[in-house]
């Protein structure tokens, strides 16, 4: 929380949606390598957050998990262990931190995975939205000793969702929840950034339930 406030200009709106205490899942539009210490610095509260365990991490953020908590994940095929110790640590009260559309990076929306959506119905969890822009090329303007101005908004919780028992309707229903999932967070983000959901009338409604100030 101190290094993100000096290194950078910190808005942060919503923050009387977190809920008082876990467990809960909370879902982030991943945008910069950096977003989880400024997630952890907008909800003031300890996560830990699903990462691709067979990702390369540039030498610039060999730090990052030792920060904050880190459950391996493999990416193309969502093990066992992963699962497990996920509802292990919701069981307990935890928090966990996912980036819904995966460890790629982009500046608009994409289409959500199932992880997000899954681990929330299994382990009957709300979801806590976070929107977050300004740290694309953060790390680059502090070394130049810029500030960057990131702006943080946190949205009402939702969820928690449960899934059919059938196979295609549990896709389905993954599918219709990581498309509800995406357009909270959109409606936390600018008009620009909303990618594949740009012009969807769920965020516009999303929004006024946030109750928080246009863009």
């Known amino acids: 929380m101190l290094l993100c406030n000096l290194g950078a200009r910190v808005s942060i709106l919503g923050r009387q949606h977190v809920p008082d205490s876990g467990p809960y899942v909370v ?13 952890i610095n907008a909800v003031q509260k300890p996560i830990s957050f699903l990462a691709a365990s067979d990702q390369e991490i540039k030498p610039q953020f060999i730090w990052a998990p030792f920060i904050y908590g880190f459950i391996p994940t493999n990416r193309t095929n969502l093990a066992p262990s992963t699962i497990k110790n996920s509802i292990r640590a919701l069981k307990n009260g935890e928090i966990l931190g996912i980036f819904p559309e995966g460890t790629s990076l982009s500046n608009v929306l994409r289409p959500a995975k199932n ?12 979801l806590l939205p976070v929107g977050i822009v300004g740290i694309e ?4 303007m502090m070394f130049r000793g810029i500030r960057p ?3 943080i908004r946190v949205g009402k919780p939702f969820g928690p969702f449960s899934l059919s028992k059938s196979k295609n309707d549990k896709e389905r229903d993954l599918k219709k929840i990581g498309d509800e ?3 909270r967070i959109a409606a936390l983000l600018p008009e620009e950034r909303h990618g594949s959901f740009k012009h969807n009338k769920l965020i516009s409604r999303y929004r006024k339930k946030n109750g928080l100030p246009d863009f």
């Open 149 to 151: 101005s990131v702006k």
């Open 137 to 140: 090329n953060a790390w680059e």
């Open 27 to 39: 879902v982030i539009n991943h945008f910069s390598y950096i977003d989880p210490p400024f997630v």
């Open 115 to 126: 992880g997000a959506a899954f681990l929330s119905a299994t382990g009957n969890t709300p």
């Open 181 to 183: 999932i995406m357009c």
